[in-house]
């Protein structure tokens, strides 16, 4: 009996243990960043495994000057570092459209662009998801034909 009851201790503690290193299989929030000039992006992300994930990114901006949205797309590879701390890469890409106004001259374009990503995130007890990141952009058109970084601090819901 005792020897069930240590052994029945240690499969609890390596469950809970491995438990702390998975993702979440949702999380949702917002990109905090300069997105190109777009600011905040709406951010999702979806457990595709247990440590892949795909994210996807919404940002968009009306001002007076232009109108633009953009969609981005990465495959992420999660790993642990320690405790509730994970560092992730990730590649993809996405699509933009740009509308000009006024002092633009009307010009509208759709862009594609190229998108890596590293970063480091932290999940706490509670559902919340905090995560800095660097993403560097390669766009192919006229207004995002250059290479960009982008970096981001994100607060994300996780269910």
């Known amino acids: ?3 069930f009851f240590l052994l029945s201790i ?3 503690g390596f469950t809970f243990a491995s438990n702390a290193q998975e993702i979440a299989d949702n999380a949702i929030g917002l990109r905090l960043g300069d997105s190109d000039g777009l ?3 709406v951010s999702y992300q979806r457990a595709l ?3 892949n994930r795909l994210e996807v990114d919404l940002g968009w901006r009306n001002s007076n000057n232009y109108d633009a949205v953009k969609l981005t797309g990465l495959y ?3 790993f642990h570092l320690d405790g509730d701390f ?3 890469v990730g590649a993809g890409g996405g699509l933009a459209s740009f509308s000009g ?3 633009l001259d009307n010009q509208n374009e759709t862009a594609f662009f190229a998108a890596g ?3 480091i995130e932290y999940s706490f007890d509670i559902p919340l998801l905090l995560s800095l990141d660097f993403r560097p952009e390669l766009g192919f058109g006229d207004f995002t034909d250059d290479l960009d970084f982008d970096i981001a601090f994100s607060i994300r819901y996780q269910f």
Request: charged share 30%.
């Open 117 to 119: 990503d590293i970063g």
């Open 101 to 103: 106004k006024k002092l």
């Open 49 to 51: 495994g247990d440590n």
């Open 86 to 88: 994970n560092w992730y």
């Open 10 to 12: 240690t499969v609890l």
């Open 76 to 78: 992420q590879w999660v």
């Open 39 to 41: 600011g905040a992006e």
């Open 1 to 3: 009996m005792k020897k």
